[in-house]
């Protein structure tokens, strides 16, 4: 990040180029990462603009000054954009450099802002406060407004390129002009929303209960913000509520609310919650199939927590505390539902505090029909209070009402939802429904179907497809989304795909009009490449979008970060301590294993002598686990609306001289659902009288389940597009093929096992960051290599030109994206050369042997592990080395490993010393049972001859490098047999084994 941040190749010390500079730490900070950024700056911003450029005078005026200097007013035969739209061609070749059109944009933009106060938003009312700023001469303004108009989509695109390129680091682009006024509605996007004002509009959304990441149309995002307007007081500013008046003006107030909600992450949400009311707590579902079909819940609170913490929740018995993580967006969430039985979290009123004192209290009231939608920051479903037009959505539901749900869905979602028949995690007396997609709404539902009613009437969504990591929301090319258009009551609904972020006929790539409220467009069909579009819906005909949104494709062949670059490069070094087997670090040392390449003289062991022992089963003896889960909250009353359906809704009292309105809001006491009922007679009348959706002759397409499977291939082109990460990032496109922890725990084990990522991990050995090796090209036979490392689709096109006249597979094993070279070595050894100019690395010789004899004995590994005092349990497991499984046992007083389990498990193991102390070591699920067997002088790998393979227990995979020089050996992850109770190393030679083997005996 440091190297990136202080690439400014081609700056000069001239005062345009430290106003460009001083314009770029100020509004596009790294601080903005992830959140809208304009280029526009308050007094104060000004202040410290003119402040770090070294100008004297009056902020506006200096910084017009100098804009000025850069544009050809008088000069004969020079366009007066000039410079500017030269160098904005010229920023395209490097976007990732500053713009040099920041300073311009700021007084485009305060022209805009300045427009406001008097006259409306027409063109001739914009350009004079722009030639008032820059004191353009009466004679020259129509040839600098017509250069303005030829030039304005370049300006205004390279500041939009330069935050794409930064990936949303230093923030969300703005500057569209999706509808009318095109030149002047790029700086008008900028001039409508305040700092201040965006904070104003997310108390909104807490007040409505939107969800963050909702992508609202402006015609529903309208109907949301209008009775803010003239409430008292009002959350909106004057500023908003003084440009709401203009018709123009509202339109661009109703396209940044709604970009303001589609990349809110939640931020802010603690801020308008706690000083009002309960801190917001919302379900959370993980639907996963690894290694069995199930329903995960947990919860999410709208607090933001800087460390980990606790809740502690009220219960019938007293109090539960129990330890928390933080979320995406400053949220927080239980660290573990080991310990908590599933129904507690869903029917349960729960109440509690977070952290140690009572100032944030918390509540969650239960409800007979729960949506949950899909959303992209949290990589789960989440609780929201009503379900979303077009949008990927569970249905959580009491048994007793699934005749009433079904039946709504049949009329109401789109074919292909399915009800979760023996899915695990489900507790008795509710059904679960997924690939719910709500395309209409009903217009008087009973109590219970309320949650399943949209507000929105219409929408346009990105639904499915493979999501990428990020601060922008992107998409894999390899697996694009589909386009939901809906707007209730249309005849007819037109999508058109635009190139670019500008709608415009002539860069039209896909259009297709169909008949109805709805309409489906799939792009995994067409050949769609990485880039950025603009979906537009457009309604019965009309000439303007309805709604817009951005479409972002990227892939491999678009990295987002060079995987060469030194700041991202992760080794595993002797130098960096004595656990350096197990965790990755920067690369800051002159000797470290990358990959599959030994770097510098490791000083390793000689090789031993010693061989490893042939493989033989293990006698498993049968044990049933015993549940010892808990409640956290109060179970529902006998007479609660939960257990009768019978809602008691609470209405305001009528205050005599007040006047009435179109509908009264009622709130069930119990769970808090608020039904709307009519205020007048009128409003009555017309509620009976409003006619009913007309089904057509409309063929709607059935949600695309994806019965393909997982599909590593795109997972993996994701993994190699980031390029390095948190485990964070990594979970986000785990959670994509399989989304269970369990899976992205095994998923990275595996990317890493085989060396085509390098992982970092705390001294806890908790994973924290990833990164992408060089790709490398690694001996498995004679006349075999294996390619690990990056990679992408032009890469590999690259390698098959290279090697023409070899054979190149590429496939799946074992989670596993796989590319194979078969070539005998004279046709090969004289392509070193040629491979080293499409970045691929030839290796010879035998690299896992190289790593296998640099690795330091496993008792070296267990004397550095980290120790702390034994930990609160509740129960405990200890390792059994002869059968190799966990059994239940009543202390930790003997020497081995063991399995703790209070909210999460943690695996530890423990010498004499450790229990002389009161002391346990840390490790991982792995690691603490090979140190346990070898303490017992029974190692687990175990060498199976006639499959030239190394067997261990499933669930016992190798650790860190351990694993990675058996893995290296055929170029594969080790595969799982379940049937057996295996993992197996294949091909892997005696010599390496029995390297491996003496490293684990002592």
């Not at 300045?114 to 001469?137: C, I, K, T, W």
């Not at 800087?306 to 928390?324: K, L, N, Q, Y």
Request: overall charge neutral; hydrophobic content about 40%.
């Amino acid at each position: 990040m440091k190297a990136r941040i202080e690439q400014r190749q081609g700056i000069d010390n001239s005062g345009y180029d430290k106003l460009r500079d001083a314009i770029a730490d100020e509004l596009f900070g790294l601080e903005n990462a992830g959140q809208p950024v304009y280029a526009l700056a308050d007094i104060h911003a000004l202040e410290r603009i003119r402040a770090r450029s070294s100008l004297s005078g009056e902020p506006i005026a200096a910084v017009s000054r100098l804009v000025l200097e850069t544009l050809a007013i008088d000069r004969p035969g020079v366009t007066p954009f000039r410079w500017q739209a030269d160098a904005a061609i010229r920023h395209r070749r490097h976007p990732v450099r500053t713009p040099p059109a920041l300073p311009l944009l700021l007084v485009l933009s305060i022209a805009a802002e300045q427009m406001h106060a008097g006259g409306g938003v027409a063109s001739h009312n914009y350009y004079s406060r722009l030639h008032e700023l820059l004191n353009v001469p009466p004679g020259r303004r129509e040839r600098l407004e017509q250069d303005y108009r030829r030039h304005a989509e370049e300006l205004w695109g390279s500041l939009n390129a330069w935050l794409e390129s930064w990936e949303g680091e230093r923030g969300v682009p703005t500057a569209y002009a999706l509808g009318g006024h095109a030149y002047i509605g790029l700086p008008l996007s900028q001039a409508v929303v305040r700092v201040q004002d965006r904070t104003d509009l997310h108390e909104i959304f807490v007040l409505e209960g939107m969800a963050p990441g909702l992508r609202y149309a402006p015609s529903d995002m309208q109907s949301t913000i209008e009775p803010y307007i003239t409430r008292v007081p009002s959350p909106l500013s004057s500023n908003i509520r003084r440009l709401w008046q203009v018709a123009t003006a509202r339109e661009r107030i109703l396209d940044a609310a709604c970009l303001e909600l589609a990349t809110w992450d939640g931020s802010g949400q603690a801020k308008a919650t706690t000083a009002k009311q309960p801190v917001s707590t919302r379900l959370v579902a993980y639907v996963r199939t690894f290694p069995r079909r199930l329903v995960e819940f947990n919860l999410m609170l709208s607090f933001k927590w800087d460390g980990p913490t606790t809740v502690r929740f009220t219960t019938a018995s007293g109090e539960v505390v129990v330890p928390t993580i933080a979320g995406t967006g400053g949220l927080t969430r239980l660290s573990s539902v080991e310990a908590i039985r599933a129904d507690s979290l869903i029917e349960d009123d729960l109440k509690g505090q977070l952290g140690a004192d009572d100032s944030k209290p918390f509540q969650r009231r239960a409800k007979r029909v729960v949506p949950l939608r899909w959303d992209d920051l949290q990589g789960a479903y989440v609780e929201i209070e009503r379900i979303t037009l077009g949008e990927d959505s569970l249905v959580l539901a009491r048994r007793d009402v699934r005749n009433r749900v079904e039946t709504h869905l049949t009329t109401h979602a789109r074919p292909g939802w399915r009800r979760s028949d023996g899915i695990g995690g489900l507790p008795d007396g509710w059904d679960l429904y997924t690939d719910v997609q709500a395309i209409s709404a009903s217009d008087n539902p009973p109590p219970d179907l309320i949650p399943l009613t949209p507000r929105t009437r219409t929408s346009l969504t990105l639904r499915g497809g493979f999501v990428l990591p990020g601060h922008l929301r992107k998409w894999s090319s390899l697996d694009p989304p589909e386009v939901v258009a809906l707007a209730a009551g249309a005849a007819s609904i037109c999508v058109r795909i635009n190139e670019g972020s500008a709608v415009d006929p002539s860069s039209v790539i896909i259009e297709q009009e169909l008949e109805g409220e709805l309409a489906v467009v799939p792009l995994k069909s067409t050949e769609i490449v990485d880039g950025e579009y603009t979906v537009a819906m457009y309604v019965d005909g009309k000439r303007r979008p309805s709604s817009t949104t951005i479409l972002r494709l990227r892939s491999a062949d678009s990295p987002q970060f060079n995987v060469d670059d030194d700041d991202i490069r992760l080794v595993y070094s002797p130098d960096s301590g004595p656990t350096w087997p197990l965790s990755a670090g920067p690369a800051m040392w002159p000797v470290y294993v990358n990959g599959a390449r030994c770097s510098g003289e490791i000083k390793g062991q000689a090789q031993s002598s010693t061989l490893m022992h042939e493989y033989s089963p293990r006698p498993r003896p049968s044990t049933k686990g015993t549940s010892s889960a808990i409640r956290i909250g109060q179970p529902p009353a006998g007479n609660s609306c939960l257990v009768t359906g019978r809602h008691r809704f609470e209405l305001p009292p009528a205050v005599p001289g007040h006047r009435a309105t179109r509908t009264i809001e009622g709130e069930c006491t119990y769970c808090g659902l608020v039904k709307r009922f009519a205020g007048t007679p009128w409003a009555a009348l017309r509620r009976v009288q409003r006619p009913t959706r007309s089904g057509g002759a409309v063929v709607i397409p059935p949600v695309d389940h994806h019965h393909g499977g997982p599909d590593y291939q795109v997972a993996f082109d994701a993994l190699n597009h980031v390029g390095h990460g948190t485990y964070q990032s990594f979970e986000k496109i785990a959670a994509q093929v399989e989304g269970s922890g369990l899976f992205a725990d095994s998923f990275i084990r595996r990317q890493e096992v085989v060396g085509h990522i390098d992982v970092a991990r705390d001294p806890w050995l908790q994973v924290t960051d990833w990164a992408i090796n060089s790709a490398t090209l690694v001996p498995v036979a004679s006349n075999r290599w294996v390619l690990i490392g990056s990679r992408s689709r032009k890469m590999l096109a690259q390698l098959r030109r290279v090697l023409q006249g070899t054979t190149i597979n590429e496939f799946v094993d074992a989670e596993q994206v796989l590319v194979e070279v078969t070539c005998d070595k004279e046709r090969m050894s004289g392509r070193e050369s040629a491979l080293a100019e499409i970045g691929v690395i030839l290796l010879r010789g035998s690299p896992a042997l190289n790593i296998a004899l640099a690795l330091p004995n496993l008792s070296e590994l267990a004397s550095a592990l980290r120790r702390m005092q034994v930990p609160a349990y509740r129960t405990v497991e200890s390792w059994n080395t002869t059968t190799a499984t966990w059994q239940p046992a009543h202390s930790m007083e003997r020497m081995g490993a063991y399995r703790i389990r209070d909210f999460r498990s943690t695996y530890v193991v423990r010498e004499g010393a450790d229990i002389a102390s009161g002391e346990v070591a840390i490790g991982n699920a792995q690691l603490v049972k090979h140190i346990a067997n070898m303490w017992a002088d029974d190692p687990l790998a175990r060498y199976h001859t006639p499959s030239d393979s190394v067997i261990a227990p499933l669930g016992a995979d190798l650790p860190g490098l351990y694993g990675r020089a058996l893995s290296i050996c055929s170029g594969r992850a080790p595969r799982e047999i379940v049937k057996h109770n295996m993992v197996q190393y294949q091909s892997v030679s005696r010599e390496v084994a029995n390297v491996i083997f003496a490293r684990l005996c002592q």
